[in-house]
């Protein structure tokens, strides 16, 4: 048996032990009790890949090497600082980055594939067609997710504004002259790569084109859909990863891709399954960041919110027997979990039960108030899903919310001219008591008013969360 052969085998049977820590690690993260922990075995297995695939080009020239390693520490550099300076609260927009960041890297893939091929025309394999394919499929939707990513990060951040920006009725038809336009250039590329080459310019007109793409797809989607978004772009960077991995033959991103590819397609199902919307009509955006009409009584009755203070706000919590705490982003902003925390142990050790409800789209990504919540080491247990804890909110005396707006407007239930009609939402209008805690009257990202807050059984309690959580704290103590 031949060195050659053996390093073989042993490159082989790295990858199966990393795609198998791939695997051990998602499976972990399906419950937030082992999340952290399949993060850390699904980290182990890409740093095997990486030195499989390393030990994989060993006969490469030092001047590979040495851009490797650059590679390597340039990738560091700009990774590690800003993953752990990051807040919680600005977590979706990281995710949105980095999620850029990989497909803008396969897009650069093929164009590098491309250009040592000499446009293709210079490839070894026969048949190579299967080359050729992966990376034009990789550029075009690398190039899609790398742009649209770009577009997220700044609704997400607020560079750009939350609500729709697009051109109205020539939206999607121009978006389908882009995508034509991108498979055009990718099929002159290809048919040409039999005949000598193709000039540069299809290839970065091909990039272009795609990049426009992603701009003009997310650009027009409003801040609700988010993350959804966000979900679906991760599902295209990892079907780019797979293909790019498939034209050079590395079975490293073949699979790392088409895990995260499926994954992220369902993922992006379930959420758009909690939105009660289609991942078309997502796509064809127009909704989220419009400006709603103000709430009121029939006829266009405008009716005003009841304020509250913190002390009333204790009372009616202390002598409850049990009160549901609804979390939303305001809750992120204000950091305001572990004042959350501290105040449900006072009520806990009065007698008061205290759940927390968690709808699937609250927060600015999946998972982002458990994540919150499991930070100030609240109960796993406490934490319930829409499903399990919207038939107790007509048996709770008392629901506090606390910064979440679209996801608690009972209007998707009621109003068919709302925009989110039909929307799952928790039943917070069900419950004796609302107390909501907002810095303002302000709508949520999605820009439509919600007429919860204008409920007889609804008070308001105004300004920053966490200090509004740590005055109802005091207050209880006083008690």
Same mark, same amino acid.
Request: charge should be negative; glycine fraction near 12%.
């Given at each position: ?172 038809? &121009?978006?389908?002259? =882009?995508?034509? *336009?991108?498979?055009?250039?990718? #099929? /002159? $590329?290809? %048919?040409?790569?039999?005949?000598? +080459? ?16 992603? &701009?003009?797809?997310? =650009?027009?989607? *409003?801040?609700?859909?988010?993350? #959804? /978004? $966000?979900? %679906?772009?991760?599902?295209?960077? +990892? ?241």
């Amino acid at each position: 048996m031949h060195a050659t052969d053996n390093m073989t085998y042993l490159v082989n049977g790295l990858y199966i032990v990393a795609f198998s820590l791939f695997i051990y690690g998602l499976m972990g993260l399906t419950g937030p009790k082992t999340a952290v922990r399949g993060n850390q075995i699904a980290a182990v297995g890409m740093a095997i890949a990486v030195v499989a695939t390393l030990i994989s080009v060993r006969h490469a020239e030092l001047i590979n090497w040495i851009l490797i390693a650059a590679g390597l520490v340039v990738g560091v550099a700009l990774g590690v600082p800003p993953a752990v300076r990051t807040k919680m609260t600005e977590m979706p927009q990281l995710v949105a980055a980095f999620n850029g960041v990989g497909g803008g890297t396969v897009a650069l893939i093929a164009w590098a594939e491309f250009i040592d091929s000499s446009g293709f025309s210079a490839l070894e394999e026969e048949p190579n067609i299967h080359i050729i394919i992966g990376s034009l499929f990789a550029a075009v939707i690398g190039s899609v997710s790398f742009w649209g990513s770009i577009i997220a990060f700044a609704k997400l951040q607020e560079i750009l504004s939350g609500k729709p920006i697009g051109i109205g009725r020539l939206q999607q038809p &121009l978006n389908l002259l =882009l995508l034509v *336009g991108a498979v055009a250039c990718a #099929v /002159v $590329i290809g %048919l040409g790569a039999d005949n000598g +080459g193709v000039s540069q310019l299809w290839m970065i007109a091909l990039l272009v084109l795609a990049g426009v793409l992603g &701009l003009m797809v997310v =650009l027009p989607i *409003g801040g609700a859909d988010m993350p #959804v /978004v $966000i979900s %679906l772009l991760n599902a295209l960077t +990892g079907l780019s990863a797979a293909a790019a991995g498939l034209a050079l033959n590395n079975t490293a991103m073949i699979v790392a891709g088409m895990i995260v590819g499926a994954s992220g397609t369902i993922l992006t199902n379930l959420m758009a399954k909690a939105m009660n919307r289609s991942i078309p009509a997502i796509v064809a955006g127009g909704f989220g960041g419009g400006g709603g009409a103000a709430a009121g009584g029939a006829g266009g009755e405008q009716k005003q919110a009841k304020a509250t203070s913190a002390a009333d706000a204790a009372i009616q919590m202390a002598y409850a027997n049990q009160v549901i705490v609804v979390p939303g982003y305001g809750m992120a902003v204000a950091q305001a979990q572990h004042a959350v925390k501290e105040m449900a142990a006072l009520l806990e050790a009065r007698g008061v039960e205290v759940k927390y409800a968690i709808h699937p789209v609250a927060g600015r990504m999946p998972g982002h108030m458990n994540v919150l919540l499991a930070e100030a080491e609240v109960s796993y247990d406490a934490m319930k899903e829409m499903d399990d804890i919207n038939g107790e909110f007509n048996r709770t005396d008392v629901a506090l919310v606390i910064g979440a707006n679209d996801v608690t407007n009972p209007a998707a239930r009621e109003d068919s001219a709302s925009p989110i009609y039909g929307m799952p939402v928790l039943n917070v209008d069900q419950a004796k008591n609302v107390i909501v805690l907002k810095r303002s009257m302000n709508s949520g990202f999605a820009g439509i008013d919600n007429p919860l807050f204008y409920a007889d059984h609804t008070s308001m309690l105004f300004g920053d969360a966490k200090k509004s959580v740590g005055a109802v704290t005091e207050e209880l103590k006083a008690l």
